[in-house]
């Protein structure tokens, strides 16, 4: 790792600030401890880390060229090894162990925070459990979707040829005049190619591969609650189902084809050497892994804000600096979206809702609409906003722990 810089800090100093723009170093402790804190605490995660030789942190911020999400303050003299963003590559073919340590890790970090968002979001979202692909395609039969409701039931009877709804599936399949096993898949073979609406991997089903959007556009979503709600539209570039191959749970999401569809599939048996051989995989996907950790992340520091105002400044101020939009006094920013869509994304719908805006435009002249369009004429008094309401939900729990 010479190659590398080496840095040292003398015992309780900080080596990273939560917050912190224009971060492109992340480091490996050589020596020492530290300790990593957040503002907001995730559910299910110490708030205070220690972290020692071998561990790593400012990885997400670094790679995903967002703000700090984690502070880290040094507990003891410690040596560090410093990796900039430019850098990784070269760590990759240094050190393969590293690079998958990484991803190993974001890719339990990850599941943690979407399980997390997932339960606080939709409050009855089921667990992954390959028993439950017979309800996906129950759901499906009922929807009058063949196709996904064949994908589902063929599933269940692959991975669960003892299960207790064989039977029903199995009628259900000769209902729709459809066989019992789904084609074989060629598990040596990269490419593979899908047709529009075909279904790629269904929810809950184990997973052995994670795939790479050569073409085309995929559709990722969830059924909660007898709806299918929609998680995100890939395009070209993308990498998704790694978290399957990773740390071996059955599929959190659907992923189905909308429009042909070309895919590159790496499976666990040749992940490592794929790893190794292209460090610019690796690359990628701890740089889309780290984007997407980020914006976790800030949904669940969303989620845990009581005032829906405080959510709502809070939501605007996440998609500006997913924009990666310059914050500075009088910096002007359009949205591009109106209320009524600002509002779906903090998950309020009624119409009454639209008053909690017009009160923040009442309130804080800076936010304005313009021709239906939200406009921020001033950036930096939005950052003072959102810190102000993150302030204020840090008081409220600490007032809470101390009654």
């Avoid at 015992?11 to 530290?34: M, P, W």
Wanted: aromatic fraction near 10%; hydrophobic fraction near 40%; charge should be positive.
């Amino acid at each position: 790792m010479s190659f590398f810089q080496m840095v040292t800090f003398p015992a309780n100093s900080y080596i990273i600030v939560e917050g912190k723009k224009d971060a492109n170093n992340f480091y490996i402790i050589r020596e020492g401890k530290v300790r990593v804190t957040r503002e907001t605490a995730v559910v299910g995660e110490d708030p205070n880390q220690v972290l020692g030789p071998g561990d790593f942190f400012g990885v997400v911020a670094a790679m995903s060229q967002h703000p700090q999400i984690e502070s880290a303050t040094s507990l003891t003299n410690v040596s560090l090894i410093s990796v900039s963003y430019d850098q990784f590559g070269t760590l990759i073919q240094k050190s393969t162990a590293v690079a998958m340590n990484i991803i190993r890790f974001f890719s339990m970090k990850l599941r943690q925070f979407d399980t997390t968002i997932t339960r606080l979001s939709f409050r009855n979202a089921v667990e992954e459990d390959p028993n439950e692909l017979f309800k996906i395609g129950e759901y499906y039969f009922q929807q009058q979707n063949t196709s996904h409701a064949t994908f589902a039931y063929q599933s269940y009877l692959k991975h669960l040829p003892n299960g207790q709804f064989v039977p029903q599936a199995k009628l259900r399949l000769q209902t729709i005049n459809q066989p019992f096993q789904s084609p074989p898949i060629d598990y040596n073979k990269f490419n593979r190619n899908y047709k529009d609406s075909e279904m790629i991997f269904c929810e809950h089903e184990p997973g052995k591969e994670l795939f790479i959007l050569q073409s085309g556009k995929v559709k990722i979503s969830k059924i909660v609650n007898q709806n299918e709600v929609m998680l995100a539209v890939l395009q070209a570039g993308d990498i998704f189902g790694e978290m399957a191959i990773l740390d071996n749970k059955p599929r959190s999401a659907s992923a189905v084809a909308a429009g042909d569809v070309e895919l590159l599939a790496i499976n666990k048996a040749n992940f490592e050497g794929m790893v190794k051989a292209q460090p610019q995989l690796a690359t990628r996907l701890i740089t889309l892994l780290s984007e997407r950790i980020w914006i976790a992340y800030k949904q669940l520091a969303n989620l845990l804000l009581k005032d829906p105002q405080g959510r709502i400044v809070d939501t605007l101020m996440t998609l500006a600096e997913k924009n990666r939009i310059k914050v500075a006094p009088k910096q002007a920013y359009n949205f591009e979206i109106g209320t009524k869509d600002l509002l779906k994304m903090v998950g309020l719908t009624d119409p009454k809702d639209e008053l909690i805006i017009s009160d923040i435009m009442k309130n804080n002249k800076f936010i304005r609409l313009d021709m239906g369009k939200i406009v921020c004429s001033d950036m930096a008094e939005l950052e003072k906003l959102v810190q102000f309401y993150h302030k204020k939900a840090n008081m409220e729990n600490k007032l809470k722990k101390l009654k």
